[in-house]
């Protein structure tokens, strides 16, 4: 069993009306997490309308779902996965297919001038956007735990990885799935992932919930990660849904080596590592420049 330092959230938090974006970037480079209460609090009427709306969609359109490795996808992109017993369906949504391209507000909060800061602040001039925004949506009564887990285990990148910054969109405490993370595991390398309910996970003989700190917050609180700072969070045990949006960045110059969402897809997406290249992996601009580089489209 592996121990962690014992930290507290105060450790890691800074204030969106008084950021230090030196301090904030300095707090993640040290710990490979970043509180940063109330940064997204602007977006949020927006996107709150945006997310609902595409929940309801999704269950409108849940007759069409088609079987995919990961679960069942409708036609709008949401991914829904075994719902638990006793629940009002046999399928649950996960992740909800909404994003850059389909909400505006969800586009605006990724050009957000303060997160933007604090990302080149960790990882330099010339950042682009890493997936289209991802809204993770746990159902009331139940809906999903995502089990702690490393996301380059999903997503080993070439260079620094991309920063995610994960936002709450309702009051997340312990009883509706606060996001827990564990201070310093950035440094630990991508760990072995087995698969779980919620895809790849660790293995929870090696690390507990016990081990991770819980962030609880405020809708409009960000938390900011590493791609291999180990997070994860319960399931929803409160009558109302509770949703989260992420926001991922990367140098210009990263790409993934390693994708997959299963132990067996990992397994053999290692293998084909260096063949990865950055052509055809390139995110729309945030910050700075792209400069030709010949070998990008080998
Ligand atoms: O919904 C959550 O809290 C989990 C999000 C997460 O772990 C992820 O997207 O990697």
């Not at 009002?88 to 994003?99: A, F, N, P, T, W």
């Not at 690390?207 to 997070?231: C, K, M, N």
């Not at 994860?232 to 849904?241: E, I, L, V, Y």
Request: charged share 25%; aromatic share 10%.
């Amino acid at each position: 069993m592996v121990t962690v330092s014992n930290m507290t959230v105060e450790d890691i938090e800074v204030f969106a009306d008084s950021l230090d974006v030196a301090q904030a970037a300095s707090i993640f480079k040290r710990h490979g997490a970043l509180v940063v209460r109330g940064l997204t609090k602007k977006y949020l009427a927006d996107i709150v309308r945006d997310i609902e709306n595409t929940a309801r969609e999704s269950l409108a359109l849940l007759p069409l779902a088609v079987k995919r490795p990961e679960g069942w996808t409708t036609p709008n992109g949401t991914l829904f996965i075994p719902a638990p017993a006793g629940f009002e369906r046999d399928k649950q949504i996960m992740v909800l297919g909404v994003g850059y391209q389909t909400s505006a507000a969800f586009f605006r909060s990724a050009f957000d001038d303060d997160a933007v800061n604090i990302v080149e602040a960790i990882l330099g001039p010339n950042i682009e956007l890493f997936m289209d925004g991802q809204c993770l949506y746990k159902e009331p009564v139940g809906g999903h735990a995502k089990e702690l887990h490393q996301d380059s285990a999903y997503f080993e990148h070439r260079f620094e990885g991309p920063v995610a910054s994960l936002n709450y969109v309702v009051d997340t405490d312990l009883v509706n799935g606060a996001l827990y993370v564990v201070p310093g595991s950035h440094r630990l390398g991508t760990l072995p992932h087995i698969d779980t309910s919620s895809h790849l996970g660790l293995d929870p003989a090696q690390w507990s919930w016990e081990q991770a700190l819980p962030v609880t917050g405020q809708a409009g609180d960000s938390i900011f990660f590493h791609y291999r700072t180990i997070h994860g969070s319960q399931t929803n045990r409160s009558a109302k849904p509770r949703p989260v949006f992420i926001n991922r960045y990367r140098r210009v110059d990263d790409y993934v080596t390693v994708g997959a969402t299963s132990a067996e897809g990992r397994a053999a997406a290692e293998k084909r590592a260096e063949e990865a290249r950055k052509s055809e992996q390139r995110g729309l601009m945030v910050r700075g420049y792209r400069k030709f580089e010949v070998d990008q489209d080998d």
